[in-house]
């Protein structure tokens, strides 16, 4: 028999089948293997039940070549789950439009405030929140939404992995009013125990989906905050200990493709089951795929700041239609250095039409990126968030939804087009070491890494004047391109005579410019 192959950065499945039946294999039995490669390298990874006798374990290589030999170890004594041994060798496949296959999972970058490929390749963040997908979505909608979003240029989406509400009431079914789909049978009295197993062999085929449209899944455990209805959110009342277990379960599940770990999400992210539950994902997570904490409106955004699990710190400015960068700036200045970025600006269209809604959206983006996020940008709008299912299904709260509208029509939404084109405008630049910069240019909000980058945006556009005191340091590079960042089309270019020579620009328009001394062709 021929020895199984892989290419690197593929998941792969090994399925084991007990031999004997478990009371209760969910929370009893715990089954992990190492794989070791022929250079020495060890890599952890735990497997999951998923029904009856059957286990999966999942593992990618992020080597690109050489063996990998496995061996399963177990909890309990059982053949089928314990001493089984096997080899997997990889192999280089063709180039594709992968990112991940080509470049590696994402982690922090080695200044910390950016997202970098494995192999070092700068990445950045362009999230949305349907935030219900998992247990409202059937496999056609997930479809729908996934090449919507793909071709708007957003590639992450935040996701509550089950309906957190304990007091929420509906069919199982997911084309009925109100109707939801369940992954515990025990949430509603505080639990996560009684797992379903088709509920999650459902959202590995939704995110499957999502993650061949190249978005990758930021994945939440049981939610904090508000949650969909605002019905008793079960992630303050989970014991922290079952909390952790969920979190391994996710890591065993999720953990061999591309992901990013949300363990506090709505929170002061002081609540025990955070604390617990990343590090139990840190412990698990043998890639190191992001991990951190989004807050609620009124947290001080800085719980764990120390913790060595904490990437990323994501804050929310609320609902109101307020443009508020400086909660950004805020956190971006907090020791030790961690990514930041506003994982929840308003909704558009969130209780009122014309709220949050068109430019409103691509302004709050470029604003909260120069502001110091530096992970990336997060767009959220009203039905979509909580997947309304059509444009007069009840029992949703009023002040969350887009009048007149089910998630659907919540997708053609004018201001989405405008924060997936920030992702777009600066793909393939050198990301890392950027910082907020109000020094060297005229510009009220920019990002400038010395000599290697300097990110400028303009609200009124017009020409771009530099600090004449500062210009000798040569800190902005002289090529530049100045892009109209509502149709992402460059609308000047070229290099400064001098460097204290300004970017001409007419003004009168939003425009965003780009100094980078090795600059991409324009597209």
Not at 37 to 55: C, I, N, S
Not at 403 to 414: H, K, N, Q, S, T
Request: charge should be negative.
């Amino acid at each position: 028999m021929t020895e199984p192959t892989i290419a690197p950065w593929r998941q792969t499945e090994i399925t084991l089948t007990a031999e004997t039946d478990h009371p209760a294999p969910y929370t009893d039995v715990e089954v992990w293997a190492d794989f070791t490669h022929d250079d020495g390298t060890v890599l952890t990874r735990p497997a999951f039940w998923d029904g009856g006798r059957t286990w999966r374990l999942r593992f990618a290589s992020p080597l690109p070549s050489g063996t990998w030999t496995w061996r399963i170890e177990s909890s309990v004594a059982d053949a089928g789950l314990e001493g089984r041994t096997g080899e997997l060798t990889v192999h280089q496949e063709e180039a594709s439009g992968d990112r991940f296959a080509a470049h590696g999972f994402w982690r922090l970058g080695p200044d910390h405030r950016t997202l970098v490929h494995a192999d070092g390749t700068s990445a950045l963040v362009v999230g949305d929140t349907p935030w219900a997908l998992p247990w409202r979505a059937t496999e056609e909608q997930v479809r729908v939404y996934a090449a919507d979003r793909a071709a708007k240029g957003f590639n992450a989406a935040l996701l509550m992995s089950v309906q957190p509400d304990m007091r929420a009431e509906g069919p199982r079914d997911r084309s009925a009013d109100h109707g939801f789909d369940v992954g515990f049978e025990d949430l509603p009295a505080g639990h996560v125990n009684d797992l379903v197993p088709a509920y999650f062999q459902h959202l590995d085929r939704a995110l499957t989906i999502l993650r061949e449209h190249g978005i990758v899944p930021v994945l939440q455990p049981v939610f904090q905050g508000f949650g969909w209805k605002g019905l008793d959110v079960a992630g303050l009342a989970v014991p922290p200990a079952e909390y952790a277990r969920y979190c391994r379960y996710l890591v065993a599940r999720y953990g061999a493709a591309p992901v990013v770990w949300l363990p506090g999400a709505d929170g002061t992210g002081r609540e025990p089951q955070t604390a617990a539950g990343a590090e139990e994902i840190q412990k698990w997570d043998a890639y190191g795929h992001p991990c951190g904490i989004h807050y609620q409106p009124f947290a001080d955004n800085r719980a764990h700041q120390d913790a060595d699990w904490l990437d990323f710190q994501w804050c929310q400015t609320g609902h109101r239609g307020e443009h508020i960068p400086e909660r950004v700036t805020d956190m971006w200045r907090n020791e030790p250095v961690k990514a930041v970025a506003n994982g929840e600006p308003t909704y558009e269209h969130s209780g009122r039409t014309g709220k949050g809604a068109g430019w409103w959206q691509g302004h709050e983006a470029w604003s909260n990126l120069c502001a110091g996020g530096t992970m990336g940008v997060v767009y959220g709008a009203g039905s979509l968030w909580q997947w309304r299912l059509h444009a007069d299904e009840p029992g949703h709260e009023e002040f969350f939804t887009a009048p007149g509208c089910g998630w659907r029509e919540a997708l053609d939404f004018e201001g989405s087009s405008y924060v997936g084109l920030l992702g777009r405008i600066l793909d393939g630049l050198p990301l890392q070491g950027l910082r907020p910069d109000w020094h060297h240019t005229l510009a009220g909000r920019a990002l400038l890494n010395p000599g290697v980058l300097y990110v400028g945006y303009g609200e009124h556009g017009g020409p771009l004047h530099l600090n004449p005191h500062s210009a000798h340091e040569e800190a902005v590079p002289r090529p530049y391109r100045v892009i109209d960042p509502k149709t992402g089309k460059t609308v000047a270019e070229g290099v400064r005579e001098h460097a204290d020579s300004p970017i001409p620009d007419e003004g009168g328009a939003p425009r965003v410019y780009i100094c980078c001394a090795n600059a991409p062709t324009t597209a």
